[in-house]
């Protein structure tokens, strides 16, 4: 409850200082408390291609995770995976602080980075912040609350959002000062938001 009267917590550590890793994306929400960070966890372990979800997740979010996991297992080709890569494999995904009720669809796209990031083994870069709902194929949709996650993001140091293009229009909203230190890039399907979430190769 104490989130609920003091506002929304301070990070005492940047997430753009935290090292990029591989099964975990950056999403923002809006709760009763006002905009959060949400790092989303993936894990893959032996198994039968079951998804098991924790942390709290309301029906709507459940259905978002399971959406992106279709999506992902639909795009096997385009991300130079197995045909049944996920076949031998569990998978689980976490939303940690489990204490706090999490529902919506907008963490969509984060969920769908994460499992990519995990089954490719390739580190997201952790000062992106991404929101957005998805469709199974991929379409990123218009979701609300864009001003409290982005100043939930400004807090906690990202460098960078992904919106939805449809919510460009919502930025007239951000005070100047935010606009001037997050850099905003507005996308319309997931393929945009693998190329920026991805770590560029040092090669």
Not at 6 to 30: C, M, N, Q, V, W
Not at 121 to 126: A, F, L, N
Request: no cysteine; glycine share 8%; hydrophobic share 40%.
């Amino acid at each position: 409850q104490a989130v609920k009267y003091l506002g929304p917590r301070k990070y005492s550590e940047t997430l753009a200082e935290k090292k990029d890793e591989i099964g975990i994306s950056t999403g923002l929400a809006y709760t009763q408390s006002g905009g959060e960070i949400l790092l989303i966890e993936v894990v893959l372990m032996p198994g039968k291609g079951n998804l098991l979800l924790t942390g709290m997740l309301g029906k709507i979010m459940q259905e978002s995770a399971k959406a992106a996991f279709s999506y992902v297992r639909s795009r096997w080709q385009h991300l130079k995976l197995p045909k049944d890569f996920y076949k031998n494999l569990d998978v689980h995904v976490h939303v940690p602080e489990g204490a706090i009720p999490k529902d919506g669809p907008s963490a969509g796209v984060a969920l769908a980075m994460a499992l990519i990031s995990a089954f490719t083994k390739k580190p997201t870069r952790r000062e992106v912040g991404m929101t957005g709902e998805i469709t199974l194929r991929g379409r990123v949709l218009e979701i609300g609350g864009i001003k409290e996650k982005i100043l939930a993001a400004h807090r906690a140091g990202l460098k960078t959002v992904v919106l939805p293009k449809e919510n460009k229009k919502d930025l007239e909203e951000i005070p100047q000062k935010v606009k001037k230190d997050i850099k905003f890039v507005f996308v319309s399907h997931m393929d945009e938001v693998i190329k920026i979430a991805f770590k560029k190769s040092s090669r």
